[in-house]
């Protein structure tokens, strides 16, 4: 571009021409544009822009971290070649007879069943006996409407029409079989919830309970008793000699009381639960051994259908006779399986009720619902078939019409 001759003619010798303003600008824009603060300034700048632009869009992959990975796919390994079956001949394979013995004993010990064989006897060459367990007995429903009376407590026990009895009702069947029956009473049911749980369930159905009248929950406890297939039976507080330092509880049937006062005591008891198939005594030595005052209160019990047990904790029984005067089934238990509370004694005393019902052909036996007990006669009756011995309900005792079958020697 060429300079205009004022220019030249006013400019001194040897010195550049002065820069243009525009050109002047532009170079001191330059100059600021490099400097440390302008950078500063811009790239606030640019990250406020960005701040604003994903406020207002959004950013898509906010959040989200990504990876890329290559799937490579593969052929599935051969299933393994099945190893060849062994060639087995026909002989080899038909059952032999001594198979079909052993498949007896796996029956035995893999199912559960019970192979009975006379003692001492091997096994049979071709023929076993089986015996299969039985289903739990169901006992008739409690309370049957033809059984049931209205008293002053609440539901009591009757006769029903051609002479129906409780006894005969409640009670558990007698499983069919002949050789020697024991029976066992466990009594002192229902005021503890653990011993009462433990005996339902560990002892065998046959094994009859006796409930007292005090527990809150006797009525539900005695009901799921008869669910398991136990009949129960009634405990009634009853004087004993050193009455009142031993005293039973409230309600007790006293001999200083009338008739009709001890009958409505006993009327109290029976309303706390029902199905029961008799009454046993809860203590009452003293009671029991006053022919006067005990008759009216058997006569009571007979009337309502149901028997009486003496438990045989007291050293003497009723008089004789009386039973039959009050027209009142009733049968005495021989002895206290756990009159001694240890492990060697009642074991001692199951094996002697054992002795007894094969010499007499029927024993009876009581016991309390100490946990120890409890063990000892499931542990006991657990094979008791296999010793040719039947396990019976204490109603076949009463039902059997003749108390001494139940008498100790």
Request: proline residues 10%; hydrophobic residues 45%.
């Amino acid at each position: 571009m060429s300079e205009s001759a004022d220019d030249i003619l006013t400019r001194p010798l040897g010195m550049a021409p002065p820069p243009s303003r525009r050109a002047a600008l532009a170079a001191r824009l330059r100059g600021w544009a490099a400097s440390p603060r302008a950078a500063a300034i811009g790239a606030g700048g640019t990250l406020a822009a960005l701040g604003l632009g994903v406020l207002i869009l959004g950013d898509p992959q906010g959040g989200e971290p990504r990876v890329t990975v290559a799937i490579t796919l593969r052929e599935p390994a051969p299933a393994p070649a099945a190893p060849p079956q062994p060639q087995v001949a026909a002989a080899e394979a038909e059952p032999s007879a001594p198979r079909a013995q052993r498949s007896a004993a796996e029956v035995e010990t893999a199912s559960g069943v019970t192979v009975v064989r006379p003692s001492g006897t091997a096994a049979p060459s071709e023929a076993v006996v089986i015996r299969v367990p039985s289903a739990t007995v169901q006992l008739a429903p409690a309370p049957d409407p033809r059984l049931t009376d209205r008293g002053r407590h609440g539901a009591l026990p009757k006769l029903g029409e051609g002479r129906l009895r409780a006894l005969d009702v409640y009670a558990r069947p007698e499983e069919p079989g002949t050789g020697p029956a024991v029976a066992i009473l466990v009594t002192g049911l229902g005021i503890g919830q653990g011993a009462t749980a433990a005996a339902i369930t560990k002892l065998p159905p046959a094994v009859s309970l006796a409930f007292a009248p005090y527990g809150g929950e006797v009525e539900r406890s005695a009901a799921r008793a008869r669910a398991a297939g136990h009949e129960v039976l009634l405990q009634a507080p009853m004087e004993p000699f050193d009455y009142p330092d031993s005293d039973p509880g409230p309600q007790t049937l006293l001999t200083a009381l009338k008739g009709p006062e001890n009958a409505d005591r006993l009327a109290w008891a029976m309303s706390r639960f029902t199905g029961y198939v008799g009454v046993v005594n809860f203590m009452g030595a003293k009671l029991m051994s006053d022919a006067g005052v005990f008759e009216p209160v058997l006569r009571e019990i007979g009337t309502r259908g149901l028997g009486f047990v003496d438990d045989g904790t007291a050293a003497r029984s009723f008089p004789a006779g009386l039973a039959q005067k009050a027209k009142v089934p009733a049968a005495r238990a021989g002895f206290v399986i756990d009159a001694v509370p240890r492990a060697d004694a009642i074991d001692r005393e199951l094996a002697r009720l054992e002795a007894q019902a094969r010499t007499k052909g029927f024993a009876l036996a009581s016991a309390s619902a100490l946990p120890q007990t409890i063990d000892r006669i499931a542990a006991w009756a657990r094979d008791l078939d296999a010793r040719g011995l039947r396990l019976v309900p204490v109603s076949a005792a009463l039902r059997r019409g003749d108390t001494r079958l139940s008498k100790a020697d």
